[in-house]
């Protein structure tokens, strides 16, 4: 009989699951570190100036609205048009038509 404290080497397929869990294991652990560094730069970060108001022109109605640091644009009802402001002054800048959909 061998001896309790003799402990035979574990075989090549329980070593290879031992290194998988542990890999498995280190990278849950480094893709939860990132994620919660991902939350606290984004929560930390000032959220974009919104225009308190904007001017649209008679009788137009938005439908969409995006902004970019020099501009922003909205797209009036039916998507039909889509109408470009200076982000600094407010003014229209450009509109441009889009034609409907075949």
């Known amino acids: 009989m061998s001896e309790p404290s003799e402990q035979s080497p574990l075989p090549a397929n329980l070593r290879f699951l031992r290194v998988l869990v542990t890999v498995l294991t280190a990278v849950m652990i480094c893709g939860l570190l ?19 108001t904007i001017t649209l ?14 501009w922003y644009a909205v797209v ?7 109408l470009i402001f200076d982000r600094a002054t407010g003014r229209l800048r450009q509109t441009v038509e889009i034609a409907p959909l075949e």
């Open 34 to 52: 990132v994620i919660v560094a991902l939350f606290v730069i984004r929560f930390t970060q000032t959220a974009p100036v919104v225009p308190e």
């Open 76 to 82: 009036t009802e039916g998507g039909s048009r889509l």
């Open 57 to 70: 022109p008679d009788g137009v109605r938005a439908e969409a609205f995006t902004m970019t640091p020099g």
